[in-house]
Each structure stands twice: as C-alpha cells, then as structure tokens.
C-alpha cells in the first residue's frame, strides 16, 4: 500500500535540520503546537563546534555525530528535501522535487554554504599536499594528521572576510597546533603564520588583547587585515593579501588550514527575503523580534540571519526562545514581545588543556553566564566545559528544548 502524501499545507514549516530548525521544533512540539513540518535533506546531524577539537587531536569525530532521525523531535513531520525558493507573498516554499509547500509561519533555519571556489585553488588542494579545514568533518581528523607529522617549515592558517560561524575556530586550531608543537620541542623551527580579515584579533577588546598574548607566547605571526586570496596546491604556495597596503606575498607553506568564504544558500541570496544591505546574501531579520521585517509571519535564526554577532550555537541557543515565543504570539493574536539581545559565546581554545570563554551582547559587552568566574583568563576548566559539557548540554537539553 502506497503512504499518503505529506500535506501540503502546515501550519509551522521550518527550513533546515541543524542546531536552529530542531531546537525551534522542539521548544513549539513542547508549547502544544502539532502541524509542524521540517525540510531537512541529510540523514546525518553534526555538532560541529567538536571539529576544531577533532582538529586538534583532542576529540574523535564519532563523538560529534548522530542521525538525523535520533534528533528530529516527535510530532514533527520531517520532510527529508532541499529548499528551493520561497515566495514570501504567497507564503509558499518549493523543494528540490517540485513540490510547493504552503504555511501560516515560515522559520527559516538552512544555514549558511562554504564557498571553497571564493578562493582560487583551494577547492582541488583540499585534502593533500598539507591543505586541509577543520569546516568539513571529513577533513578535521586529517588536520590531526598533518599537525602530528609536522616538524619543521611553515604552517599558515587563515581566516576569509565577511561573517563565518564560529568566528574563533579559524584561531584556535592554530593555537592546539602551536602547543602541540612546544611540547614535542620543535615549535621553534616551526613558522606559524596566522591571516585575519580584520583589524584587532577579536571585537572585545579584553579577549583580543589575551589573545594577541597567546599568538605572542607561541611566535606566531599575525596578519590583520589580511586575507588568502589564491592557492597553488601543487606548489604548495598561498597568496596572501594585505588590504592595509594592498600588496600581495606568496608564501611557501608545508601546512595550510584554509576556512573558505562564507554565503547564504544561493536560493535565499537571490529571492526576496535576502538583506539588500547583506553582501553575502544573509536574510534581513529584525534584531530583536527575529522577523523579517516586510514578512513578519517569516523568522530566520542562526547562521543564516543578517544579525550583527557572531553565528555560533550559544547564539541560537539564545534566539530560539525568542522565535518560539513570537510565533507562539503571532498565533495567538498577540503582538512580538520577546527580545534578543545579540548574545553570543565564543570558546576559545589557547592550548591542549586552556581555553577563554568569551560571551558578550550586540554592543560587544561581556555578558558572562557565571560573573563569579574569570572566564578572561585561560582556565582548564572551562576546556572541560567545551570537551565534555556542551556537547552534553547541545544533545540532552538544547536540541530537546529544554536549554
């Protein structure tokens, strides 16, 4: 016997499987809410903040690893295709089969694309002659690999301009590899180069100046406002590019962790929801009710919402909530009274057993969950946070909806 058709009407969809799109669907299976569909195409969920540890030799990439289906909510109809396009007017989304999906409220949670074409060569030198990411799991365990063997010569990390999740990551695996080499004794015949877009280390001024001190305690070279922009893998040389200046070096290197250019998913970057003031195609939201602001029955979160801070899980953890109960308002005749602040965290990994914990607002303040620990300074503890507590907290309770 042939299974019915899903509807074709909901009264909930939300785009995208990952940390946004089930967080969300379990907070609204949890506030009663029961047509809820989710269009999510791969079977396989990641935690992905676990990589850089995976990377670092500190982590296996089993432990950032379930099903999709051991996340998805129950209740929740899960739609397993790709979004399309979106037609805010007509309140319908289409999917990579054809089908045009109908809603009364749109949440839009895809994600954002790694644009490894944005730098050119990078895309064929992944995965050989020392090129690798920790921004693809199949990559990160490689990462281990590369630093493990590494003696002596050059290793570069980089960093692309424009918003990228987990703004830190791109600096803390520099870090894990820098202790890891002190402590096998060749750090000093070790040149680690590290290239970043911007003009401080990091936007709060306490954490940039503990982290211009960690890449100083490591002889690290720092290139701010600097980007990579071209890789000759064969080579093994990378261009790197300082906007200061405008001049241009190419640099022989033996190791090279690339993070490549980060976009909106092309579908969203050309249609109708896209921010006009985005240069990377990431929907327009209001930074405080979290709706589109010419489609209010739309609410975007996470990485693809043009929001000023920094795209991590710990942001989305603090926009759910905030979706949910506009939503949640919107259905009941009331108006959006929930408010996100722009908080965000940011784990900064300094060396095996280190870390900082950066938390702030929209107006770059720290805002700490703990005021009663210095998370400013390097603590071991807060490493365990990261290791063992978080992803914890992400699979028991936030993708639960109970965090």
């Not at 909930?12 to 990952?18: D, F």
């Not at 710990?314 to 308002?329: C, D, F, G």
């Not at 300074?377 to 992400?394: A, S, V």
Request: proline share 9%.
């Amino acid at each position: 016997m042939t299974p019915a058709p899903a509807p074709s009407r909901h009264q909930v969809l939300i785009v995208g499987g990952g940390s946004a799109g089930i967080t969300v669907a379990a907070r609204l299976r949890r506030a009663g809410v029961r047509d809820i569909a989710l269009l999510e195409p791969s079977e396989t969920h990641w935690y992905q903040p676990l990589w850089t540890l995976v990377g670092g030799g500190q982590a296996p990439l089993r432990a950032s690893l379930r099903t999709e289906a051991d996340v998805m909510p129950p209740g929740v109809r899960w739609l397993r295709e790709r979004a399309t396009a979106v037609d805010p007017a007509a309140r319908t989304v289409t999917t990579a089969s054809g089908r045009v999906l109908s809603y009364g409220r749109l949440v839009l949670a895809p994600g954002l694309e790694l644009d490894w074409d944005g730098v050119p060569g990078l895309a064929p030198a992944l995965g050989h002659d020392g090129v690798t990411s920790n921004y693809r799991p199949d990559l990160a365990p490689l990462t281990w690999e590369f630093i493990r063997r590494m003696r002596r010569g050059t290793a570069v990390f980089t960093m692309p301009a424009g918003p990228v999740k987990c703004g830190g990551a791109p600096q803390k695996i520099a870090y894990l590899a820098a202790d890891h080499w002190r402590k096998r004794g060749v750090l000093k015949s070790i040149r680690t180069i590290l290239v970043l877009p911007e003009p401080a280390m990091f936007k709060v001024p306490v954490f940039d100046r503990a982290l211009r001190e960690t890449a100083r305690r490591y002889g690290s070279e720092v290139r701010l406002n600097s980007e990579m922009t071209g890789v000759d893998g064969p080579a093994r040389e990378a261009v790197l590019t300082d906007h200061t200046t405008g001049t241009a070096e190419t640099v022989r290197y033996d190791l090279l962790h690339a993070v490549p250019p980060q976009r909106a998913p092309r579908w969203l970057a050309d249609g109708p929801l896209a921010d006009p003031q985005s240069p990377y195609g990431y929907v327009a939201a209001d930074r405080e009710t979290l709706q589109h602001p010419d489609f209010p029955d739309v609410f975007v979160l996470g990485d693809v919402a043009n929001l000023p801070t920094s795209k991590t899980g710990a942001a989305i953890r603090k926009q759910a909530p905030v979706v949910v109960s506009n939503l949640l308002a919107g259905l009941r005749g009331r108006p959006a009274s929930a408010r996100y602040d722009g908080y965000t965290s940011c784990p900064l990994v300094t060396a095996r057993h280190k870390m900082l914990l950066a938390e702030f607002d929209y107006d770059l303040r720290p805002t700490p969950s703990l005021p009663f620990i210095d998370t400013t300074r390097e603590r071991t503890d807060m490493w365990f946070l990261k290791r063992y507590g978080l992803p914890q907290l992400y699979f028991r309770a936030m993708l639960k909806g109970l965090a």
